[in-house]
């Protein structure tokens, strides 16, 4: 009993130091999971749009995802049983170390309402769990609510912090903290890692004929359609007024071209309010093993100032071996 509240005491303590969510979370399943009779443990957080993040300990992805259904039917009572009539396989039951048998789950407290649900889940027969259990479970989502909360919100608050209003992409503080993390991790692990500069051609022209609340309409659309076409893994910025920037980690000077010819094409797909048609220089460039974030972010801006003087609409690619220019 003495290890078991010291064991509570010490996770409480780490749940209100903590302001990362990843961290809070992996410390309340933890701690769930340590339970008496607890073979595993699940947190459904609720989003804006009604939908539900799973993270779980001891489930396979198949059965938090089926037990999440289960526990957050009513994110409002006190304590809600789990039961479970899903039928196993063969295969899966060797693989789970048996069928979940029962469990139960309460509310994760927030400000206004439940933030989501914390379960735990156990595999051996026998009756369900105790009432001093649940009150044990109680007392922690109790704790992991607000650290659950807070954390969110710093994390919103993050996000929030690192992206460009204006065109909904990263901003210029967080371009230049992700180029020299994704450079030491090319250098430490090997990895390839490609940049594409971009410049809008002739913006200043543009601002000058239609003033700057029109222009900044402009790039606004600028960056939803950037945003329809970087992959998911790209990193795309916005690094200035007209100038842009996609990082491509695990990527080829070819996947970088294959990009902005991408790139290219949305921009000129069809005029852009009172800009009209518009375009897209770049400059293209791949990490080498003797870069750091200087020198990979200069040959790009020099790729891009030859683009400009070669007559713009193209860009111009610098491996630091052989260069060409390439046109969209």
């Known amino acids: 009993l003495a290890r078991a509240e010291s064991r ?12 990362d969510l990843d961290d809070v979370i992996a ?29 779980a300990l001891g489930l396979s992805p198949e ?40 469990g139960v789950a309460v509310p994760l407290p927030g ?7 914390l379960a735990i889940f156990k595999r051996k027969p026998g009756p369900p769990f105790d009432e001093a259990t649940i009150s044990e479970l109680e007392a922690l989502a109790g704790r992991a609510g607000p650290g659950i909360e807070n954390a969110r919100r710093f994390r919103e608050a993050r996000e929030l912090a ?18 020299a993390r994704e450079v030491a991790r090319a250098r430490r692990y090997r990895r390839t890692l490609a940049l594409v500069l971009l410049d809008l051609d002739d913006f200043k022209s543009v601002n000058d004929r ?10 606004a659309e600028i960056g939803a359609r950037m945003r329809g076409v970087v992959r998911s893994a790209d990193i795309a910025c916005r690094i200035g007024g007209e100038e842009f920037a996609v990082l491509l980690p695990e990527s080829s000077l070819e996947d970088a071209e294959q ?9 000129a797909d069809g005029p852009i309010g009172d800009a009209g048609e518009l375009s897209l220089s770049g400059g293209i460039t791949q990490f080498r093993p003797d870069d750091n974030r200087t020198s990979l972010f200069q040959r790009a801006d020099d790729a891009l100032y030859r683009a400009k003087a070669d007559g713009k609409r193209r860009a111009h690619v610098a491996d630091g071996r052989a260069e060409e220019t390439s046109r969209a």
Do not use: M
């Open 259 to 267: 990009l902005y010819e991408r790139l290219a094409a949305a921009v």
């Open 162 to 179: 690192d992206v460009d209003a204006l065109t909904g992409l990263h901003n210029r503080r967080y371009f230049h903290e992700t180029l």
């Open 210 to 219: 239609i003033g700057h609340l029109a222009g900044d309409e402009v790039l």
């Open 27 to 55: 410390l309340v399943l933890e701690a769930a999971a340590a339970l008496d009779g607890a073979d595993a443990s699940l947190v459904a957080l609720r989003t804006r749009a009604g939908e539900h993040v799973v993270a």
């Open 8 to 19: 509570r005491v010490r996770t409480f303590g780490e749940l209100g130091g903590s302001l």
């Open 111 to 117: 400000d206004v309402e439940p933030v989501g649900v």
């Open 63 to 102: 059965e938090a995802e089926r037990q999440c259904v289960r526990a957050a039917g009513d994110a409002h009572a006190r304590s809600v049983a789990v039961s479970y009539s899903y039928d196993y396989d063969e295969d899966e039951v060797k693989a789970n170390h048996g069928p979940v048998r029962g």
